[in-house]
């Protein structure tokens, strides 16, 4: 083995040994940038979370309002006096036997048909 082998061969473990050290010293960097980036759109999703979540709360309470109106309305309309409440619950009873008689007649209407 000469020199020229030596020098060769040191060339070429102090090009592997660069190679290695620009290619992680370049893998920082994308990392670092990586790191920046992932940062910088997670301070964007919470800001943007922060709006949807103030945006919601703001629904909710309207939502809260709007019942409590309708609430009142609903008892300043509907709610007057007991003898009122019970005509209007007699006539829904009403109603419904009507309807449970009408329908159990098209029922049993439907089983003299299948019985023929």
């Given at each position: 083995?000469d020199v020229?082998h030596v020098?060769?061969?040191?060339?070429?473990?102090?090009?592997?040994l660069v190679l290695?050290?620009?290619?992680?010293w370049?893998?920082?960097?994308?990392?670092?940038v990586l790191?920046?980036?992932?940062?910088?759109?997670?301070?964007?999703?919470?800001?943007?979370?922060?709006s949807?979540r103030?945006?919601?709360?703001?629904?909710?309470?309207?939502?809260?309002?709007?019942i409590?109106?309708?609430?009142l309305?609903?008892?300043d309309?509907?709610v007057?006096?007991g003898?009122?409440?019970?005509?209007?619950?007699?006539?829904i009873?009403?109603?419904?036997k009507?309807?449970?008689a009408?329908?159990?007649?098209?029922?049993n209407?439907?089983?003299?048909?299948k019985a023929?």
């Amino acid at each position: 083995m000469d020199v020229s082998h030596v020098v060769i061969g040191a060339g070429f473990v102090l090009n592997v040994l660069v190679l290695i050290i620009s290619v992680t010293w370049k893998l920082s960097r994308v990392e670092a940038v990586l790191y920046a980036s992932i940062v910088k759109e997670r301070k964007e999703l919470d800001a943007q979370l922060e709006s949807m979540r103030r945006n919601f709360g703001e629904v909710a309470a309207a939502l809260r309002e709007k019942i409590q109106q309708f609430e009142l309305w609903s008892r300043d309309n509907f709610v007057r006096d007991g003898q009122e409440l019970d005509k209007i619950r007699d006539k829904i009873e009403s109603d419904l036997k009507e309807l449970a008689a009408e329908i159990r007649d098209r029922l049993n209407r439907n089983e003299d048909r299948k019985a023929r």
